[in-house]
């Protein structure tokens, strides 16, 4: 059981610090500015579910996709890790990671999807985290994995919802500092990712 908690808590800091419910505030109120508070909360529940259910089809065919096109699990783990790092060491550059960058500032529909949605809620890093979490896992992990990620997309709707609050309750500069810690985890989990993959693939 407690491999179990333990591997619950990995899953829950990972996702957490890649999709970044709080770092990504600033970014969400930049993308709706012009809208109003009925609409935010629309654009809020749309894109978490559609980043949910992208996700979570990765999660449940990714396997299939790993042996439709011949791919191995210790070379998505060493790439894994390096695109996770590279996202991680970005944040700690006070950077917003590359692939999460918008310059949009006017009000869109679109931005509900793209790129709210994707890149910046279900991204590459979301998509590959996730997927190194299912990859021979057995069905208790799969699940595990799914209700996490389900609670993570939840509290990043939450984020959104009450993003005026958050923001002067938090303050601009400590959100900085969280973004910088988020890098940190991040930069030490793809590191970790990494080592597993090559030790996979040397067989050490």
């Given at each position: 059981?407690?491999n179990?908690?333990?591997?619950?808590?990995?899953?829950?800091?990972?996702f957490?610090?890649?999709?970044?419910p709080?770092?990504?505030?600033?970014?969400?109120?930049?993308?709706?500015?012009?809208?109003?508070?009925?609409?935010?909360?629309?654009?809020?529940?749309?894109?978490?579910?559609?980043?949910?259910?992208?996700?979570?089809?990765?999660?449940?065919?990714?396997?299939?996709?790993?042996?439709?096109?011949?791919?191995?699990?210790?070379a998505?783990?060493?790439?894994?890790?390096?695109?996770?790092?590279?996202?991680?060491?970005?944040?700690?550059?006070?950077?917003?990671?590359?692939?999460h960058?918008?310059?949009?500032?006017?009000?869109?529909?679109?931005?509900?999807?793209?790129?709210?949605?994707?890149?910046?809620?279900a991204?590459?890093?979301?998509?590959?985290?996730?997927?190194?979490?299912?990859?021979?896992?057995?069905?208790?992990?799969?699940?595990?994995?799914?209700?996490?990620?389900?609670?993570?997309?939840?509290?990043?709707?939450?984020?959104?919802?009450?993003?005026?609050?958050?923001?002067?309750?938090?303050?601009d500069?400590?959100?900085?500092?969280?973004?910088?810690?988020?890098?940190?985890?991040?930069?030490?989990?793809g590191?970790?990712?990494?080592?597993?993959?090559?030790?996979l693939?040397?067989?050490i």
């Amino acid at each position: 059981m407690e491999n179990y908690w333990s591997y619950s808590l990995t899953v829950f800091m990972a996702f957490f610090a890649i999709m970044n419910p709080i770092v990504n505030i600033p970014i969400f109120v930049k993308l709706t500015e012009g809208a109003d508070e009925i609409k935010k909360k629309e654009i809020s529940k749309t894109a978490t579910l559609v980043a949910f259910i992208i996700v979570l089809a990765f999660i449940l065919v990714g396997k299939y996709i790993f042996e439709i096109f011949g791919l191995t699990i210790p070379a998505f783990k060493v790439f894994g890790g390096i695109l996770i790092f590279f996202i991680g060491f970005e944040m700690l550059q006070s950077r917003k990671p590359s692939m999460h960058q918008n310059e949009k500032t006017a009000f869109d529909d679109a931005v509900t999807i793209s790129p709210l949605a994707i890149p910046i809620l279900a991204g590459p890093g979301t998509i590959v985290t996730a997927m190194n979490f299912v990859v021979k896992a057995n069905f208790l992990h799969v699940l595990i994995t799914i209700l996490i990620f389900a609670l993570i997309t939840y509290l990043t709707y939450l984020a959104f919802i009450y993003s005026k609050y958050i923001i002067k309750l938090v303050g601009d500069k400590n959100f900085v500092i969280i973004g910088k810690i988020m890098g940190l985890i991040l930069g030490v989990l793809g590191a970790n990712m990494l080592i597993e993959g090559i030790k996979l693939a040397f067989n050490i």
